[in-house]
């Protein structure tokens, strides 16, 4: 059986940095994907990055060149490098990790970390 854990969130000030880490841990036959998503109170989950199995990303337009979402060796992990934080990016970030289990696809979510930029 397949998990998925995360961590790196924490309170930063506008313009500071935080890199989020998410790992996939379990019997996985192969990773297709993974992605971060994030949710502020009041709005609707939405797309943050996300990255395939061959390193295609794509990102939403409030966070073009300000973060940056990668993959390990393994392809068992992700990471969201966030630069140049705003306010505005204030939420729970969420990772997802599509993958091939012992029992087939699955599509697992991280439990969220807590991302705040004081004003």
């Known amino acids: 059986q397949a998990q998925v854990a995360e961590s790196g969130g924490g309170l930063v000030q506008p313009g500071g940095s935080l890199r989020l880490s998410c790992a996939a841990s379990?019997?996985?036959?192969?990773?297709?994907?993974m992605g971060w998503y994030r949710q502020a109170p009041g709005k609707q989950r939405e797309l943050v990055a996300h990255?395939?199995?061959?390193?295609?990303?794509n990102y939403a337009d409030s966070v073009m060149g300000r973060f940056t979402i990668s993959r390990a060796d393994g392809q068992n992990a992700v990471y969201l490098q966030m630069n140049s934080l705003k306010p505005e990016d204030t939420a729970v970030y969420y990772c997802n990790t599509q993958l091939v289990t012992l029992s087939g696809r699955r599509d697992l979510w991280g439990q969220g970390t807590q991302v705040t930029v004081s004003s």
């Open positions: 990255i395939t199995r061959d390193n295609v990303t």
């Open positions: 379990g019997i996985i036959f192969r990773v297709n994907a």
